[in-house]
């Protein structure tokens, strides 16, 4: 008798399939058990902390170049990973590539917020720690003004900054940076908009105090739940007796999973001003009781985005573009999604010289 629904392989087939994953798996696990933790090291290029302040520290990295670029360069990360993703692997490492192209460059570690930084909340990290930053910088080098690179959140953080303090920021640089927060889109592109839209986040925060970095996780994980939760893994098989393709597996794990805990009240004003209410497009957000016009960064800016991001899509990147008050605007995407404009090895071959040819061709900061 036929069976109805016919198999597309035989049990023999199926069989040889079975035994060969296995042979994989356990090559695989011996591969996994040889390896120790210092093989994939995270964030190894060489630096000073030059400036702390409660969790916070401000690091300055050694410079690669006899003579630096005059203008000193502050990275700000995003508050929910690691900044380290930035120097990720010397191979793959924006800030090596930075350093190794005369850059001077400095970064924010915001650090782990515990119960102390319940209450902490956007006028704190902006006019409070990044402005400290700012100075801390600007009293090292005697200058008056500073280039800026905001990263994601870092980067919406980057925009209030400039346009509150513009007389500090020389050159400004955005990347995968969120600014329309009301852009949706196909393919889980711009999801993460339309699921906060719902949040109760004063129902979060009272309950919760700090919003776990667990409980963040986990809600990026879900935006691709097949590729972020069970397709990896499934292809690590394939890769994982490749010691260079597994250590970089290992490492991008480590970052994905090492996630802070976020300030209860700073995260609670971020959902509710910035994804729910739109108002930093709006000219609605206020900061420290003082609103935040964009139409105040005149200076250049160079807005850099990730044609792939499903965390921040182009569009709401693009967004920039007509809110500025300057004329010296430049953009530049990428093919990659939100992660890959930071790790992958042919971005990065493009990507530092963009940002350090772009620097270089505006003038420096006179001296203070």
């Known amino acids: 008798m036929a069976t109805p629904f016919p198999l597309p392989f035989s049990p023999e087939q199926l069989t040889q399939a079975l035994v060969e994953l296995n042979q994989t798996a356990r090559l695989s696990i011996e591969a996994l058990s040889k390896l120790r933790d210092e093989d994939f090291a995270i964030g190894t290029a060489a630096k000073l902390e030059v400036y702390r302040e409660d969790k916070l520290v401000l690091y300055h990295y050694a410079p690669l170049v006899r003579k630096p670029f005059a203008t000193p360069l502050l990275l700000v990360y995003a508050l929910v990973n690691r900044p380290y993703m930035v120097d990720l692997q010397e191979d793959r490492s924006l800030?090596?590539?930075?350093?190794?192209?005369?850059?001077?460059?400095?970064?924010?570690?915001?650090?782990?917020?515990?119960?102390?930084?319940?209450?902490?909340?956007?006028?704190?990290?902006?006019?409070?720690?990044?402005?400290?930053?700012?100075?801390?910088?600007c009293a090292q080098h005697?200058?008056?003004?500073?280039?800026?690179?905001?990263?994601?959140?870092?980067?919406a953080f980057s925009l209030c900054y400039t346009?509150?303090?513009?007389?500090?920021?020389?050159?400004?640089?955005?990347?995968?940076?969120?600014v329309d927060f009301h852009v949706t889109g196909t393919g889980g592109c711009g999801l993460l908009n339309t699921w906060c839209q719902g949040m109760d986040a004063d129902l979060?925060?009272?309950t919760l105090g700090n919003v776990p970095g667990n409980f963040m996780n986990t809600g990026y994980l879900m935006?691709?739940?097949?590729?972020?939760?069970?397709?990896?893994?499934?292809?690590l098989l394939d890769i994982a007796q490749d010691e260079r393709k597994l250590l970089n597996f290992l490492?991008?794990?480590?970052?994905?999973?090492?996630?802070?805990?976020?300030?209860g009240e700073a995260w609670r004003q971020f959902i509710k001003d910035f994804y729910q209410g739109n108002k930093l497009i709006k000219g609605q957000l206020e900061i420290g009781r003082r609103r935040v016009d964009l139409g105040q960064i005149t200076m250049p800016v160079l807005n850099i985005y990730a044609g792939e991001d499903h965390l921040v899509p182009p569009a709401s990147s693009l967004a920039l573009g007509a809110l500025i008050g300057g004329k010296d605007y430049s953009v530049q995407s990428f093919p990659v999604g939100h992660i890959g404009i930071y790790v992958s090895g042919k971005v990065q071959k493009n990507l530092s010289p963009l940002i350090a040819d772009w620097l270089k061709a505006r003038p420096s900061a006179s001296p203070s």
């Open 163 to 178: 346009a509150l303090h513009p007389e500090k920021i020389k050159n400004l640089i955005t990347m995968v940076t969120p």
């Open 95 to 137: 800030v090596r590539n930075l350093l190794a192209l005369g850059i001077d460059l400095y970064l924010i570690d915001w650090g782990y917020p515990g119960p102390t930084e319940r209450w902490t909340t956007l006028d704190d990290y902006i006019n409070g720690y990044i402005h400290n930053c700012v100075m801390t910088i």
């Open 251 to 263: 490492r991008m794990e480590k970052w994905i999973f090492d996630s802070p805990d976020q300030a």
């Open 142 to 155: 005697q200058v008056d003004q500073i280039n800026l690179l905001g990263i994601c959140q870092g980067g």
């Open 223 to 235: 935006l691709r739940p097949f590729a972020l939760n069970i397709g990896k893994y499934i292809e």
């Open 204 to 206: 979060i925060v009272e």
